[in-house]
């Protein structure tokens, strides 16, 4: 019975010990463009947009038409990993009731990226660096200018903003 405790308590040792730790990333991935929207006649005071749909050239799914209907000083959008340059549409919904037409301005954003190893759980995330953000005019902008946060701007998280449109 004695050699029957013992081998009992030895079998469940081993089970425990062999036991792997469980493998959740809880790193951060790769990180999205951060954009806060400010009021151009007042460039320290955030301006929010309403109904604004956002398209992303080459990236398909939530932001393919997405409109974001809640009234918003901010907006996240992600880059394309598989190319060095991301080009987006914002999309202020007009208000046929008032006699407003949707107003489309084209951001473009040109970069380096660099993959790098974060853990075995979570793989690699893609950083991106000497980010460099364009408006292309069309003659009726609803965003007047944008800037940079930092120059030369890389983005490696979402704690801060990165870009700032000034409407």
């Not at 880059?79 to 202020?92: D, G």
């Not at 301005?105 to 790098?116: A, F, G, K, M």
């Not at 609803?142 to 030369?152: A, G, R, S, Y």
Request: charged fraction near 25%; charge should be negative.
């Amino acid at each position: 019975m004695k050699y029957l405790k013992i081998s009992a308590a030895l079998l469940l040792l081993l089970a425990t010990l062999g036991c792997e730790k469980d493998e959740i990333c809880l790193e951060e991935i790769t990180p999205k463009l951060v954009i806060r929207f400010y009021n151009q006649n007042n460039p320290k005071e955030l301006r929010s947009v309403l109904n604004l749909k956002v398209s992303i050239d080459g990236i398909e799914g939530n932001y393919e038409n997405e409109t974001i209907k809640t009234l918003t000083d901010s907006i996240a959008v992600p880059l394309q990993v598989n190319e060095n340059t991301t080009r987006f549409v914002l999309n202020l919904s007009g208000d046929p009731s008032k006699g407003t037409e949707d107003n489309l301005d084209t951001i473009t954003l040109v970069y380096l990226q660099e993959d790098v190893f974060v853990s075995r759980s979570c793989g690699y995330k893609t950083v991106f660096g000497e980010v460099q953000a364009s408006l292309t005019s069309d003659g009726d902008n609803w965003i007047k200018f944008l800037e940079t946060t930092k120059d030369p701007l890389e983005i490696t998280d979402e704690k801060l903003a990165h870009v700032k449109i000034y409407h």
